[in-house]
């Protein structure tokens, strides 16, 4: 996980401004880790609990 993943979603929120709520990349790691304001990598097993 790099920031580098999360570019297109940067992107998104520069463009919504304060629209934009909230970007997750999900990954197959097993915490939630931020990467900045309003940017968070989540576990894909959230998805199921």
Known sequence: MSTGDFKGLRKLAEACGRDFKLGIVLYDGEQ????GERM???????LWG
Not at 32 to 35: A, Q
Not at 40 to 46: D, H, L, M, N
């Open 32 to 35: 939630i880790v931020p990467f």
């Open 40 to 46: 968070v990598a989540a576990p894909v097993a959230c």
